[in-house]
């Protein structure tokens, strides 16, 4: 078989150490792919698939892209939740002997991208790893590379509590051992759907090493040197910005498993997965990105401390009340540039002159900023005003060094101010000197060929040149002028001291270019010393940031001052958040709330549609809103501090995964059920929808009772099963409550409101009217029930009886075998009905009381016979 070409050696030597990415391979002005990497890439980007030759007797799928335009390509493929890596030539191609050498010099992976272009302003985007230890405990570590922020936990309550808590950040990929178990690889995979990479080294030796020293903890130490290792691998270049892990101690904050983050929507809607609609978009009034970023962190961490709590509070409180002065300080805000990133590109080496520029205008409003924040009498904001630190020095750098409006290359000049350096001023001087005497010369020369439109002019080609009229070449002088270049109407000529004067001038400018190029990487070399800074900077920025939304949240939508006690949770008028937001103005119904350890559960009944589940809803989000800070949407509140909160949302509202099954829902109850303190929240919005009817009752009063008996968390429990309502009269701590609705001339009224006691009936059938059901089939409805509610008076015990279906089938076959040979009129309607059941369109109990009517109809007539 032939050899490849000495090129595709080449690649496929490089590609073996990167088979689980795209290799990108630079040739000329593209990058290229080859076999297998070419037919997907061409499929996933959509671009022409062609061929080379390569030695072999076939040809190889080839497809590439222009390099000028790869990063829109790179990003889709990194999108996708695909690898890249970028394969240079790494010598000048016109002096290397053979095939030009060529090296990959980035790997860009999901959770390491730094492009700008490729991040959201608004969100982290976190690279995480994950190690796992022989005694079953866990080690988390997140790492934000465009921040350079890293975070890492330690899990040890399984495997579950990993996902849990990884569910809740916003991570792209994920670093593993080569061991962790398969089993639990694939759960990362289907559960988080992020892409997995592996990186077995654990010790490291890196240039970094300082970055572990405030660890004492060997597993943190490995999983840290893990992703640390696996970033250095990925980008192969300075990561001068990156932080000192911070250590979260997991149970200093309100833990919210995924379900509840999710069913919740706190940061993004089940349905559309945006951020529209979520709580993170009502509270959201920041004004930099990096405040942004900073609330989204706060509220997927809520805290338990009310010291903390308070002092978040007590400066919201203070923000709150100066409106003037916090609308002033929303304007110096807004000014402030993204300094978290900006700071981690000053040390990947690529900012340029703007950044820089920008940077010395958001450093300058540091003063005023601080200034702005001395002013309020409270406590809490005045010491953010001592932690923002005006980098006066180098500020006075940049405001020295370079020009007010760069252009965005910083190859080409014009970056520095005069009088920075004194070389480059002399080159400056040599050009401007030059171009000075030029313009004297113009003047010279048609002073003296008495020629008005001689004129001096520049291009690439030619240089500088005298160009002269047709009409005009008799006024020339003879030999004193060369001849250059013809064009239609005129001459160009030239003159040996121009082209003196030419040299000088180029030369100067090409020095100075280089010059300034050079000056500018020092800078910016000068500036990394000051990343620390800078990211503390941003960092207090971020948190002022956030406190001055939550106050501008709360003026803007009503919000009260929550306080915290020990025992008794009580909230007057209290409202959705979100839902709120969504309908007009007054319209919202609010509602109280009271949960003591007396009244600990309150068991929710009341029509479809009517306002259970936002009432549930309401008061997660109301705690959560308060341990994060921010006033909340009530009249008055006084909280208690919760440690977890849980969600459960039966099959029938489960929107999010549609195929969810009675299984989801019962290991959903059981997570909540084993996690739950007497301090945690949970909702369990109708638990038991999943199955029959007897099953799903007997399972969620089971479940109450256990709650009541054992765990004592505060528990908001609605349900469509008016059984349930008479656990008022066994649990002395459960109450029950129903959401009100009226009738009004055959039509359901939904009040919204929240009253005392059981619901009187369930309105299924208002509720289908209003949904324009047909009026025969609602009336046909009505007539069922009616019949149903009969039989159920007369005989309930029956109904008990029967409820084991397999008896009950038998029993019903049974009758009609029996009675085949004498069909009766009365038996052929009961069959005719039998058959046109679609059973597959009917709920449990719809089947189950469909099935009783008949049988009780079959019943009626053999005991007349
Ligand atoms: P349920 O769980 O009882 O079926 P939901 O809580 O899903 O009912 O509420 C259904 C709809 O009723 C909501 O989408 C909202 O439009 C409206 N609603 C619920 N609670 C209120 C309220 N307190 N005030 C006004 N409208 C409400
Ligand atoms: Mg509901």
Same mark, same amino acid.
């Given at each position: 078989m032939a050899k490849y070409t000495p090129m595709m050696e080449q690649y496929l030597t490089i590609k073996a150490d990167y088979k689980d990415a795209f290799l990108f391979f630079r040739l000329g002005d593209f990058y290229e792919m080859f076999f297998d990497d070419a037919i997907n890439a061409s499929r996933e980007l959509e671009i022409t698939l062609t061929k080379r030759e390569g030695g072999q007797d076939d040809p190889i799928p080839m497809c590439g892209v222009p390099y000028h335009s790869a990063a829109n390509y790179i990003k889709t493929l990194v999108e996708k939740g695909y690898k890249v890596a970028i394969c240079e030539q790494v010598e000048n191609p016109k002096t290397a002997k053979g095939v030009v050498k060529r090296e990959v010099v980035q790997l860009i992976t999901p959770g390491t991208v730094m492009e700008s272009a490729m991040l959201s302003e608004r969100?982290?985007?976190?690279?995480?790893?994950?190690?796992?230890?022989?005694?079953?405990?866990?080690?988390?570590?997140?790492?934000?590379?465009?921040?350079?922020?890293?975070?890492?936990?330690?899990?040890?309550?399984?495997?579950? @509590?990993? =996902?849990? &808590? +990884?569910?809740?950040?916003?991570?792209?990929?994920?670093?593993?051992?080569? $061991? %962790?178990?398969?089993?639990?690889?694939?759960?990362?995979?289907?559960?988080?759907?992020?892409?997995?990479?592996?990186?077995?080294?654990?010790?490291?030796?890196?240039?970094?090493?300082?970055?572990?020293?405030?660890?004492?903890?060997?597993?943190?130490?490995?999983?840290?040197?893990?992703?640390?290792?696996?970033?250095q691998y990925t980008q192969k270049r300075s990561l001068?910005?990156?932080?000192? @892990?911070? =250590?979260? &101690? +997991?149970?200093?904050?309100?833990?919210?498993?995924?379900?509840?983050?999710? $069913? %919740?929507?706190?940061?993004?809607?089940?349905?559309?997965?945006?951020?529209?609609?979520?709580?993170?978009?009502?509270?959201?009034?920041?004004?930099t990105a990096m405040g942004s970023r900073m609330l989204k962190k706060w509220l997927e961490r809520p805290l338990l401390d009310q010291v903390q709590i308070n002092n978040r509070l007590e400066a919201v409180e203070g923000f709150y009340q100066a409106f003037l002065e916090r609308d002033t300080l929303r304007e110096s805000l807004k000014s402030v540039y993204d300094?978290?990133?900006?700071?981690?590109?000053?040390?990947?080496?690529?900012?340029?002159?703007?950044?820089?520029?920008?940077?010395?205008?958001?450093?300058?409003?540091?003063?005023?900023?601080?200034?702005?924040?001395?002013?309020?009498?409270?406590?809490?904001?005045?010491?953010?005003?001592?932690?923002?630190?005006?980098?006066e020095e180098l500020v006075d750098t940049l405001e020295a060094s370079i020009i007010e409006d760069p252009p965005i290359s910083i190859k080409e000049g014009?970056?520095?101010?005069?009088?920075?350096?004194?070389?480059?001023?002399?080159?400056?001087?040599?050009?401007?000197?030059?171009?000075?005497?030029?313009?004297?010369?113009?003047?010279?020369?048609?002073?003296?060929?008495?020629?008005?439109?001689?004129?001096?002019?520049?291009?690439r080609v030619f240089g500088y040149y005298i160009e002269v009229t047709k009409a005009n070449l008799h006024l020339l002088p003879e030999g004193k002028y060369e001849r250059k270049q013809t064009l239609t109407n005129a001459e160009r000529f030239i003159t040996p001291e121009l082209k003196e004067k030419e040299q000088l001038i180029l030369e100067a400018e090409e020095k100075s270019v280089e010059l300034e190029y050079n000056l500018f990487t020092e800078i910016r070399e000068q500036i990394k010393d000051q990343i620390p800074r800078l990211q503390y900077l941003a960092d207090t920025i971020s948190n002022i940031d956030v406190l001055q939304a939550f106050a501008t949240v709360s003026e803007a939508n009503n919000y009260k001052r929550p306080t915290f006690v020990e025992k008794k949770l009580e909230i007057k008028n209290g409202r959705h958040p979100v839902i709120e937001q969504v309908m007009d103005d007054g319209t919202f119904v609010p509602n109280d709330i009271t949960l003591d350890d007396d009244k600990s559960i309150l068991l929710i009944t009341g029509p479809n549609m009517s306002g259970k589940s936002t009432y549930m809803r309401q008061l997660a989000l109301i705690a959560i809103m308060g341990q994060i800070g921010c006033f909340v949407p009530c009249e008055e509140a006084e909280l208690i501090v919760f440690d977890q909160i849980f969600t459960r949302i039966g099959a029938a509202d489960d929107l999010v995964s549609g195929q969810s099954t009675f299984m989801v829902?019962?290991?959903?109850?059981?997570?909540?059920?084993?996690?739950?303190?007497?301090?945690?929240?949970?909702?369990?919005?109708?638990?038991?929808?999943?199955?029959?009817?007897?099953?799903?009752?007997?399972?969620?009063?089971?479940?109450?009772?256990?709650?009541?008996?054992?765990?004592?968390?505060?528990?908001?429990?609605?349900?469509?099963?008016?059984?349930?309502?008479?656990?008022?009269?066994?649990?002395?701590?459960?109450?029950?409550?129903?959401?009100?609705?009226?009738?009004?001339?055959?039509?359901?009224?939904?009040?919204?409101?929240?009253?005392?006691?059981?619901?009187?009936?369930?309105?299924?059938?208002?509720?289908?009217?209003?949904?324009?059901?047909?009026?025969?089939?609602?009336?046909?409805?009505?007539?069922?029930?009616?019949?149903?509610?009969?039989?159920?008076?007369?005989?309930?015990?029956?109904?008990?009886?029967?409820?084991?279906?397999l008896s009950f089938f038998s029993e019903s076959v049974a009758v009609t075998k029996e009675n085949t040979n004498s069909v009766s009129e009365h038996d052929e309607e009961i069959v005719q009905q039998l058959k046109q059941i679609d059973l597959f369109e009917m709920t449990p109990i719809e089947a189950m009381n469909e099935l009783h009517r008949l049988q009780k109809k079959a019943k009626q007539k053999l005991s007349l016979k």
């Open positions: 969100n982290n985007n976190y690279i995480a790893s994950l190690s796992h230890f022989k005694d079953g405990s866990f080690v988390v570590v997140y790492c934000d590379l465009s921040t350079g922020e890293s975070r890492i936990a330690q899990i040890t309550l399984g495997f579950d @509590a990993v =996902i849990h &808590e +990884l569910y809740n950040q916003p991570i792209k990929e994920i670093v593993v051992s080569s $061991n %962790l178990p398969e089993s639990l690889q694939k759960q990362l995979m289907d559960k988080l759907q992020i892409t997995l990479s592996y990186q077995d080294e654990v010790t490291f030796n890196g240039e970094y090493r300082d970055l572990c020293e405030n660890l004492n903890d060997e597993r943190l130490i490995k999983s840290f040197s893990r992703l640390l290792n696996y970033v001068d910005h990156l932080k000192q @892990a911070e =250590i979260i &101690e +997991l149970d200093h904050y309100l833990s919210l498993d995924m379900y509840s983050k999710r $069913n %919740l929507e706190l940061t993004e809607t089940i349905l559309r997965k945006g951020r529209h609609g979520s709580l993170l978009w009502v509270l959201d009034k920041t004004v300094l978290e990133r900006l700071a981690g590109r000053i040390a990947f080496g690529n900012v340029n002159a703007r950044d820089l520029i920008q940077l010395k205008k958001s450093l300058k409003r540091i003063p005023e900023i601080k200034e702005l924040l001395l002013q309020f009498d409270h406590k809490q904001i005045r010491d953010l005003a001592s932690l923002l630190v005006y980098p014009s970056i520095i101010k005069d009088g920075f350096d004194k070389q480059l001023d002399v080159y400056r001087d040599a050009s401007r000197n030059g171009k000075k005497w030029i313009a004297e010369l113009e003047q010279k020369e048609k002073q003296e060929t008495n020629i008005k439109s001689l004129k001096i002019g520049y291009n829902e019962m290991l959903e109850a059981n997570h909540a059920i084993s996690h739950a303190t007497e301090r945690s929240l949970i909702l369990l919005d109708e638990i038991g929808r999943g199955t029959s009817t007897y099953d799903g009752m007997a399972l969620a009063q089971a479940i109450v009772e256990h709650i009541h008996h054992h765990i004592h968390a505060k528990t908001l429990f609605s349900t469509h099963y008016h059984e349930l309502t008479a656990l008022e009269g066994d649990l002395p701590r459960l109450k029950n409550v129903h959401v009100r609705a009226e009738e009004y001339e055959g039509n359901v009224v939904f009040l919204h409101q929240i009253k005392e006691g059981a619901a009187d009936k369930s309105y299924g059938i208002h509720v289908a009217k209003l949904a324009n059901l047909p009026d025969n089939l609602i009336n046909r409805a009505s007539i069922i029930l009616k019949q149903l509610e009969s039989n159920d008076a007369t005989d309930s015990k029956q109904i008990e009886v029967e409820s084991d279906q």
